[in-house]
């Protein structure tokens, strides 16, 4: 069983090229889902982010308020290394057993969807790495628009990561997404017959 780690820049579409993905036949586990499950009320994450941040992170069903919290993060590296410490062994947690169970299945390949992938370390739970690319003025256009912010908390969350052309280093294949849709999912499936079809299993 093939498991691909699947990354890219904030904004840059790793969603978009996840959701073609799992049409071709690939299984998709997604560590943004899993980040959301691991602090969970009644977690022992979620204890550790309240005690760190205080209760003002939370919404009144004791969630975490993402927003919340990433305006603090995002603007303070200390603050973001304090979170990154807690959630990161949780989510790794979590990941490997899913990575297990998917080793364990008939799919095709299995894509491992994380943002920060190279920047956790977390490269040795995937036999390959694609990149999701796009410029840093395109991401910035994407963030403002889907998440409602200004410019400026946008260029602080890009400023959090590393850099596309860097991170696209790392990528044995690197998927352009400033074009159309219909431009990514031609290189998508492309990939997907050269480097799955085509990969002896």
Do not use: C
């Not at 410019?151 to 850099?163: G, T, V």
Request: aromatic share 4%.
């Amino acid at each position: 069983m093939l498991v691909i780690g699947l990354t890219g820049g904030i904004a840059s579409g790793k969603s978009t090229v996840a959701r073609i993905l799992e049409r071709l036949g690939a299984t998709i586990i997604d560590a943004d889902l899993l980040a959301r499950e691991a602090v969970l009320p009644g977690t022992p994450a979620h204890e550790d982010i309240v005690a760190a941040f205080g209760m003002e992170i939370l919404l009144p069903d004791a969630t975490i308020d993402r927003k919340a919290l990433g305006r603090i993060v995002f603007a303070n590296p200390d603050a973001r290394r304090r979170l990154e410490a807690i959630t990161h062994p949780a989510i790794a947690r979590l990941s490997q057993a899913r990575l297990a169970e998917a080793r364990r299945s008939d799919a095709p390949a299995v894509f491992y969807v994380a943002p920060l992938l190279i920047e956790a370390g977390a490269t040795g739970r995937v036999d390959d790495i694609w990149v999701v690319y796009a410029d840093r003025e395109t991401q910035l256009a994407r963030l403002t628009e889907r998440d409602g912010i200004r410019r400026e908390e946008a260029e602080q969350r890009l400023a959090a990561q590393m850099p596309m052309d860097e991170k696209a280093s790392h990528g044995s294949a690197v998927i352009d997404n400033r074009g159309t849709p219909e431009e990514t999912e031609r290189q998508v499936v492309a990939l997907w017959k050269e480097r799955i079809e085509k990969s002896p299993r």
